[in-house]
């Protein structure tokens, strides 16, 4: 299943100028592939992932980062839910 394209989470788009301070300014729809659109490659995202876990040790994108080598689904809405997702098991 796809993400549908929604707003993007202000943390997301930290997340990903932290990364690609190219991004900043941009607006991202959530429809975005981080390695076709956005130009990710596995370096950047290491660098997310090490992003991730500087600002909340507890979340771990291993488990999405398997998910869209599999799937082929690397939107930032993937991403954004993913982080949410974590985000809640972390806090409930």
Known sequence: M???ATA???AVADLLVAVRPSLAGVA????ESLTGDLGF?????VSLANE?????P?????????DTMESEVDSVASLA????TAEESDNG
Do not use: E, Y
């Open 2 to 4: 796809t993400p549908t």
């Open 8 to 10: 993007v989470p202000a």
């Open 28 to 31: 991202l729809t959530g429809a």
């Open 41 to 45: 490659d596995s370096l950047d995202l």
């Open 52 to 56: 991730v876990r500087a600002r909340n």
């Open 58 to 66: 507890r979340v771990d994108l291993r488990a999405w980062i398997a």
């Open 81 to 84: 839910a993913a982080l949410a």
